[in-house]
C-alpha cells in the first residue's frame, strides 16, 4: 500500500446532483472527516486534486477545503477557461475564469494542466500530445504567474508511451485514474493513479479499501 494516495474530484454542489462525478457540499464534507481518521487509523497521506476547473469549485469547495485547513491542487483546460465543459453534451457546467483562478493562486490552490480542451487520448498522435502539453502549461504559466509541473490526463487514461511523451516535455507528475488496467511495471514512476470520488459510490469504495474495512472511519 502506498504512503500516499491522491484522490481526484470533479465537482462539488450545494446539492446532491443526478451526476455520478458530482457530490454535495455535505457529503465533500463527510469525506474531509473520513480522510482524516483514514490518516490517523493508517498513517497513510492522503492527496486531493480536481480536474476540470468547474465554477462550482470556487463557490463551494474551496471554502470547504480551507475550513478543514486541506491542500488541493486542480488540473486546468487553458482552451476552455472561462466557458463551458463542451465535451458533456446534457450539462456543460460553467468553468473558471482567469480572474477567479488568479484568486484561488493567490489563496493557496495549485494548479496543473489538464491538457488544452478536454480531448481523448487515443485521439491524439504522440506529436499532437507534446504541442498541446506543451502548449497547455506554456499558457497557464504565462496567465497566472506560476510555475506547472503536473499534468492530469483527460478521462484518465493515457498508454505507456504517452505518459512518456508528457514526462519528455517537462511534467515531473502525469495523473491517471486508478483502474484494473493500471499496472505500474508498464508504466514510468512518475505516473501516479489516482482514486476517482464518485456522487454513486460509497466513500471506502472509491478509495477501494476493502483491507481497511475494520477501520472505523464513517461519517
Sequence with gaps: MPRTLTLV?????????????????????????????????????????????????????????????????????????????TWIENNPF??????TLKVLVDDGLRIGSHLMGHTHMKRLSLKALRY????????????????VQEVAV?????SPDQAHALLDVGYNRVHLVYGPWFNPADYPEEVIPRMEMRGDRRFEHCLNLNQFATLDIGP
Excluded at 485547513?69 to 487553458?78: C, D, G, T, W, Y
Aim: aromatic share 10%.
Design 132 to 147: 498541446e502539453a506543451d502548449r497547455s502549461r506554456t499558457i497557464l504559466q504565462a496567465q497566472l504567474g506560476i510555475e
Design 94 to 99: 460553467p468553468l473558471l475564469n482567469w480572474g
Design 9 to 85: 474530484y470533479h465537482r462539488i454542489l450545494p446539492t446532491q446532483a443526478k451526476d455520478r462525478f458530482a457530490l454535495s457540499s455535505n457529503v465533500f464534507t463527510q469525506h474531509l472527516r473520513q480522510l482524516t481518521r483514514f490518516e490517523q487509523a493508517t498513517g497513510i497521506s492522503t492527496r486531493i486534486t480536481f480536474d476540470d476547473g468547474c465554477q462550482g469549485f470556487a463557490d463551494t469547495a474551496w471554502p470547504l477545503l480551507k475550513a478543514c485547513r486541506r491542500e488541493a491542487m486542480q488540473f486546468i483546460l487553458p482552451g476552455l477557461v472561462g466557458q463551458a465543459a
Design 154 to 158: 483527460p478521462y484518465g487514461y493515457c
